[in-house]
């Protein structure tokens, strides 16, 4: 994902003491998810307490990075600062069974579809983190 | 279940916005003259008013007023809130805990915009807001995004095309041809809609609503008073709300809303099928939103919006009319829609409608979605016959 001609950033996200792990992770390249060790089921968006039993007893564990496109929508007249238009925006359910929101990149907008088998790739922040991207595997 | 069924009434509407998107008034200055017109149509005054819902402020509102109400509710669901105000309000007038109660809503986010002022100010976000962590970095384009990936979705799983989708606008805007305060008044063609520019794929401008300057206000009170007022009693038939994430990235089924469950619970305290529905003002963000209400209210199977939309039964002379004051994505829509899906609804079940009205209308749905697809609120209406 290029920048856009302003040479404005991409909005980078904000760190909480719960998603700490994650992004520290993803300083190396790593993407973890966490599970609910009472439900042995993964959970996502992180949280302090798993929302389907409110056990506390929660653990990161690494994730292949490997799932399929659930949706997508490609953004032809972009808004925000720092991703220029066309770009693709997707919901990706991971092959644990979780899903979570990304952008689609190494490949032409038009090129992706539902169900597209994808592997999770890296953009640089400017603080050391990584941001989670998908590309077709 | 007969719950609320016709124990409260809609008595008193107001509504207004312009060809031009733009109105005089703003902020507190606008509500009070939608609670001023509501309140005359209602032949009720001030002094009557004990209740007050308002989706940012009741307690400002009420200051500004110089009322002290005993019923009050902010709930804030985006476009819904008006419905679950209407919905709180019947529950509360059947419980005894107040008689009179206004709702109002004023949003000018056109003209703040062309005269360089600031709104009024909405609630500010409080408490965690995940999705600056895990959907903002991503680029996603609020409200369109989410509605797009339901669209892509829709498409994938059930062949829905952008010339179904394009008839919703399509119908809409021949409904806004006969309201003479509707911003787009100029009929428009499916291919007109498809060859409007792509926004975030598969919709198409056309495909989504406006941004105008619009307001409006409604009073509700007992069946007993309602009697002895100025107008025709609208009853509150049925009501229900449901709501399953804040986050597009959150929806369970991105072509399955909660209004699944909001319509189905409105429609059981009614104890109406959706084929004796005879106007369906159901909030239209967007043309995929429109087409999932079909659906998830029960007016066609799951999947079947796109066929069911193609010949136009959604617009004038057709077997449901839906959204007959031209909808958000032709009448107005200043942010969160869902008041003027109560006033149309009010005014086609009264009989004021002049050329878009419904012959005969007795049993009318105003179906409110708030934020992305998240919170849905569905309201029976019915005239004096069906109670």
Known sequence: MSPSPEGQRRIEPPVTTTSEPFWDATRQRRLLVQWCIDCGRPIFFPRDVCPRCLGTDLEWRSSPGTGSVYTFTVEHNAQTAGLAAPYAIALIDLDEGIRMMTNVVGCPPEEIYVGMRVTVTWEALSDGRNLPQFEPV | MAGLRGTSALVGVADDASPTGELELTGRALEAAMIAEALADAGLSLSDVDGVTHAMSSMGLAEYLGIHPRFTDSTLTGGSSYEIHVEHAAAAIHAGLCEVVIGVYASTPRSDRTRGRGGQGGRPMTGPNPAAEWETPFGLRMPMGPYAMAATRHMHQYGTTSEQLAHIAVSTRAWATKNPKARYRTPITVDEVLASPLQSSPLHLLDCCLVTDGAGAFVMTSADRAR???????????????????????????????????????????????HEVDVLMAYDSFTITALLHLEDLGFCAKGEGG????????????????????????????????????????????????????PGADIAVAHGSGMVLSCMSTIVLGTGATV
Request: net charge negative; glycine share 16%; aromatic share 6%.
């Open chain 2, 228 to 274: 002895d007022l100025a107008k025709p009693p609208v009853y509150v038939l049925g009501a229900g709300t449901c709501h399953d994430h804040a986050m597009i990235s959150q929806m369970p089924d991105l072509t399955v809303t909660p209004g699944a469950i909001s319509g189905a619970n409105a429609f059981s305290m009614a104890g109406i099928k959706p």
């Open chain 2, 307 to 358: 066929p069911f939309v193609e010949d136009g039964k959604t617009g004038p002379g057709g077997s449901l009319p839906m959204n007959t004051n031209g909808g958000g994505l032709s009448y107005t829509h200043p942010g969160m829609y869902g008041m003027f899906l109560l006033v149309e609804a009010v005014r086609q079940l009264r009989g004021e409608c002049g050329p878009r009205q419904v």
